[in-house]
């Protein structure tokens, strides 16, 4: 089941039915079921107590993604800073509700195996969103 909460800020304008449909298809494409997946989207502050709290970062992020996948099944809880989605789509000229998809997507594709931090990683992991707004 993949649920959607909000803490702080207003909840986005998602379609939550297809957008779940599009989540199922994007793993799919990765040979993965999707299980117990549960987005919280918040502000600023909120993101930053939870990087602080979890994982010892002391800076804004626009999405911490929680993984607690068994096998091909996808489980994990990804929160999502709803003023650093605006943030970004601003500062590279993107439109809102495409860079809100992107953030949404790339928490499913950390889950899928999909890295971004080592060399060359954060190139396949724009080509994998790409191609997975492309499903949308």
């Given at each position: 089941?993949?649920?959607?909460?909000?803490?702080?800020?207003?909840?986005p304008k998602?379609?939550?039915?297809?957008?779940?449909?599009?989540?199922r298809?994007?793993?799919?494409?990765?040979?993965?079921?999707?299980?117990?997946?549960?987005?919280?989207?918040?502000?600023d502050?909120?993101?930053?107590?939870?990087?602080?709290?979890y994982?010892?970062?002391d800076?804004?992020?626009d999405?911490?993604?929680?993984?607690?996948c068994?096998?091909?099944?996808l489980?994990?809880?990804?929160?999502?800073?709803?003023?650093?989605v605006?943030?970004?789509?601003?500062l590279?000229?993107?439109?809102?509700?495409?860079?809100?998809?992107r953030?949404?997507?790339?928490?499913?594709l950390?889950?899928?195996?999909?890295?971004?931090?080592?060399?060359?990683?954060?190139?396949?992991?724009?080509?994998?969103?790409?191609?997975?707004?492309?499903?949308?």
């Amino acid at each position: 089941m993949i649920t959607y909460q909000s803490e702080n800020i207003a909840f986005p304008k998602i379609r939550r039915r297809e957008t779940s449909a599009w989540i199922r298809r994007v793993a799919a494409t990765y040979n993965k079921k999707v299980g117990d997946v549960g987005y919280l989207f918040c502000n600023d502050e909120k993101i930053l107590e939870v990087n602080n709290e979890y994982l010892g970062h002391d800076y804004y992020t626009d999405i911490i993604t929680f993984d607690y996948c068994e096998g091909d099944t996808l489980n994990g809880d990804l929160v999502i800073s709803l003023d650093t989605v605006r943030s970004n789509a601003e500062l590279f000229h993107k439109d809102y509700d495409e860079e809100l998809h992107r953030v949404i997507i790339h928490g499913i594709l950390h889950l899928c195996g999909q890295n971004d931090k080592g060399p060359g990683e954060r190139e396949q992991m724009e080509a994998a969103e790409n191609r997975a707004l492309a499903l949308r």
